[in-house]
């Protein structure tokens, strides 16, 4: 079958070749995809054809997609979600894996996800919704400092403020309200209880009627080793066995995903997808653990896909087509055991002012057969490959299958992908060193 795929970073680049390893695929197009995608992973993966298109025009990604005629859609960002391309897909009759723009609103909005949670008993910060600067005003005394100021809509990251005191959380929403932060104004701002904690990503399959455990993961937001200095879209990010143990996962498909599944079909709404659930596992008493929800996104995690999706070992045909048809629960979701993860190498200056189009050397340098390199922001610029963006490459590695009793599946996964990015280079090039950190002194 042929299928098309919407985005162009380093998750859709994971999804291509996913796609290319799937038994039931002859043909991949990736609308607009970027240089890796176009190449193929060097040495692992099919080259993709590309076809030109802006992601947030809706009527030009429903152009494609006509023009195309493949007999799966599949959407990786938010933004097309949030315009509602899924709904007009499905209008004209295609197959398409994502959920539509009205089930997406547990993304795109964080007041929608927020009184849902609290509608439905799904454990998540305290908080307040205000429309106005007197309103948080008015409820910022009930907040103890640290306190979060959101703002309600897509802001790619930056629409998290932390604040120390009451008076900086006024100006973070005055900033939100007016535009200056995010360059839109908000209607809604939303305050919230600071949660201390540790941060898993969970990622369930969900069919309309169903959710099941795909995988966990740990995203490391911030730029800097030891979790310093300014956030980013993710500089890296892993995933193993023994990142959850079974009964939280079950916990958290219980009382979080399928609760989600289960009261948005009541809504009529139903939602199709990935929901990837941003938890805060909070300490409780007696060494328990409290989770609860930070946020909601209905897509796939960016660094987190490229990691989970070299562990895949199902087809990924089938999950898109179960989320679609609604039989996820006969669905035999198998991973490669061991851990995997995905080390960012970035622009010198990201999440600031970067430069691009600098070459990109020693892509050729990967020769380990449990590394992928995946492309996040690059272009082909005559003849050779350059950077195209804040966040650049994806180095991938997987531990092998079979290691010595005693070794670190996270260590060996680490140890490939960082030996790799030692081979590769460009003017300026960062990434974080200590990535995994947290799960290393766990004992993954
Ligand atoms: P979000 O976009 O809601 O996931 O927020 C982005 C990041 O801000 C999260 O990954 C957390 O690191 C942090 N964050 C968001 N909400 C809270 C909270 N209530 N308490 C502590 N940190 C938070
Ligand atoms: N890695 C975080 C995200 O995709 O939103």
């Known amino acids: 079958m042929k299928v098309l795929v919407i985005g162009g970073g380093g998750r859709e680049h994971a999804i291509c070749w996913a796609l290319g390893r799937s038994a039931r695929v002859t043909e991949v197009v ?23 298109v802006v992601v947030g025009d809706l009527a030009a990604m429903v152009a494609v997609v006509e023009a195309e005629r493949p007999a799966l859609t599949v959407v990786g960002p938010e933004l097309p979600l949030s315009l509602g391309l899924v709904d007009e897909l499905m209008r004209r009759g295609f197959r398409v894996f994502g959920p539509t723009q009205a089930a997406a609103q547990l993304e795109t909005s964080k ?128 995933t193993g066995d023994g990142l959850l143990s079974a009964e939280m996962e079950q916990w958290l498909l219980k009382n979080v995903a399928q609760v989600v599944v289960d009261e948005m079909a009541i809504e009529r709404t139903p939602f199709h997808g990935i929901l990837f659930c941003g938890m805060m596992m909070v300490p409780g008493q007696n060494g328990t653990t409290q989770p609860m929800v930070l946020e909601f996104n209905t897509r796939f995690g960016d660094p987190e896909t490229q990691a989970i999706l070299m562990r895949l070992e199902t087809d990924i045909v089938d999950l898109f087509e179960a989320a679609i048809d609604g039989s996820a629960d006969r669905l035999e979701i198998r991973m490669r055991p061991g851990a995997s993860v995905c080390v960012i190498a970035a622009s010198g200056g990201y999440p600031g002012k970067y430069v691009s189009g600098l070459p990109i050397g020693g892509l050729d340098s990967v020769g380990d057969a449990d590394v992928v390199v995946f492309h996040s922001g690059t272009a082909m610029k005559d003849g ?48 974080r060193r200590d990535i995994g950190w947290r799960a290393l002194r766990d004992g993954l």
């Open 30 to 52: 990736c609308a607009p995809g970027n240089a890796g995608i176009a190449e193929g992973a060097r040495g692992n993966g099919r080259p993709v054809r590309c076809a030109p």
């Open 111 to 238: 007041s929608f996800a927020k009184e849902f949670m609290r509608l439905h008993g799904i454990p998540t910060a305290g908080y307040a919704v205000c429309t106005s600067l007197d309103e948080v005003r008015q409820e910022l005394p009930r907040f103890s400092v640290p306190v979060v100021v959101k703002a309600d809509g897509l802001a790619a990251g930056k629409g998290v403020v932390i604040c120390q005191t009451h008076l900086q959380a006024e100006q973070a929403a005055a900033e939100m309200f007016s535009g200056v932060l995010l360059g839109v104004t908000e209607t809604y701002v939303v305050i919230e209880e600071f949660l201390d904690g540790e941060e898993v990503s969970f990622f369930a399959l969900c069919d309309g009627k169903h959710a099941v455990a795909l995988a966990a993961a740990q995203d490391h937001k911030r730029v800097g080793e030891g979790d310093s200095g300014p956030n980013t879209g993710g500089m890296g990010a892993y």
């Open 384 to 431: 050779a490959i350059v950077t195209a963006g804040g966040r650049v490459l994806g180095v991938t590695a997987v531990s092998r299958a079979a290691l010595p009793a005693g070794t670190s599946v996270l260590q060996d996964a680490l140890g490939k992908a960082y030996a790799a990015l030692g081979g590769i280079s460009f003017e300026g090039m960062q990434y």
